[in-house]
């Protein structure tokens, strides 16, 4: 069997590179990073909210420093590329919610970029909450530039029609089948749907094969569903915001190659592991297509004290 190369990895942008992995301020590397490169900008930034790999800001000098990332991430984005980012809110020090993709529209908007989707990502697992609903979802907000030519495969994400065998029974297609014979369009809600197997994406919590030290996951299911219908074989993926790399880890999965910055020597280490582990084959991680686990009928279930949101 013939053994597989190793990947070329560097830090700053090489067009030989297989993966860049940036240890550093995502804009340092966004300016080795030649204007209309990339096909797909896709990341979930620091929500501002005090973790450990950020400082918290008032919201007006967040946005600030989101809009220069932005900013440069444009210029970089190619005419038929696609920029898709993943948000959820912020909470002030009064525990007002404060939608941040609400507050980053705008900052698109002046960039000349066009929303083609709002997606909205359900998941069942989250933080609790005492004095509101608990929240169970964030956004991903997809933009394009001013242009009809974006590349976007539907027929590489479809889903199986609820149906798949029902026919018109009347009018002109009478008799030939109702709904594409490929499968249907994911739509822009991605649930966890108890009446399918397909595309059940859950968030990165607790005993998740993926889960790393990193506090903030996203899973590579998500991340490959916008690689397959944004981009072709080859094409760079960047994340400004790489964490623990799950964006790299989905584009080597896809054949597709990585480019990212990662500002935190710890977290940039866990990246640059996963991502040789995908390389190799030998990455954990959940597969897109796997069914959802449901409990046998008599099956005991252990309940555990929930976590509660501050």
């Keep these: 069997m013939k053994k597989k190369k190793k990947p070329i990895i560097e830090q700053l942008f090489s067009p030989n ?16 990073v030649p204007n209309d490169s990339i096909q797909l900008i896709v990341t979930s930034p620091p929500y501002n909210v005090g973790k450990e790999y950020e400082q ?22 190619k005419p038929t590329g696609s920029l898709c980012w993943q948000v959820g809110n912020y909470v002030s020090t009064n525990s007002e919610i404060i939608p941040l993709d609400v507050l980053l529209y705008q900052v698109f908007k002046d960039n000349g970029l066009l929303l083609r989707n709002r997606i909205v990502w359900h998941f069942e697992h989250g933080l609790h909450s005492q004095r509101r609903f608990s929240g169970r979802y964030e956004t991903i907000l997809w933009f394009t530039k ?8 539907l027929d590489s994400v479809r889903v ?13 297609n009478a008799g030939k089948y109702s709904g594409h014979p490929d499968g249907k369009n994911p739509t822009d809600f991605w649930a966890h749907e108890f009446t399918s197997t397909i595309w059940d994406i859950p968030n990165v919590k607790a005993n998740h094969v993926e889960k790393t030290d990193h506090p903030c996951q996203f899973p590579i299911g998500m991340i490959q569903r916008l690689i397959r219908a944004f981009t072709k074989k080859g094409d760079w993926v960047l994340d400004p915001f790489m964490g623990s790399g799950t964006t790299s880890c989905a584009a080597i ?33 959940r597969p897109y297509d796997k069914p959802i686990y449901q409990p046998k009928p008599g099956s005991k279930l252990t309940l555990r004290e929930p976590e509660l949101e501050n």
């Design 160 to 172: 199986p029609q609820k149906y798949p065998g029902k026919r018109s029974f009347r009018g002109p």
């Design 146 to 153: 001013d242009t009809n030519d974006y590349y976007f495969d």
């Design 56 to 77: 918290v800001k008032n919201i007006k000098e967040y946005l600030e420093e989101q809009r220069e990332v932005i900013e440069l991430c444009v210029d970089r984005l």
């Design 253 to 285: 999965l896809e054949k597709r190659r990585p480019i990212g910055a990662e500002i935190l020597p710890r977290y940039h280490r866990i990246a640059l592991k996963r991502t040789r582990d995908a390389w190799n084959g030998t990455l954990k991680f």
């Design 17 to 32: 590179a297989d993966v860049v992995l940036f240890k550093g301020d995502a804009r340092d590397l966004l300016k080795s």
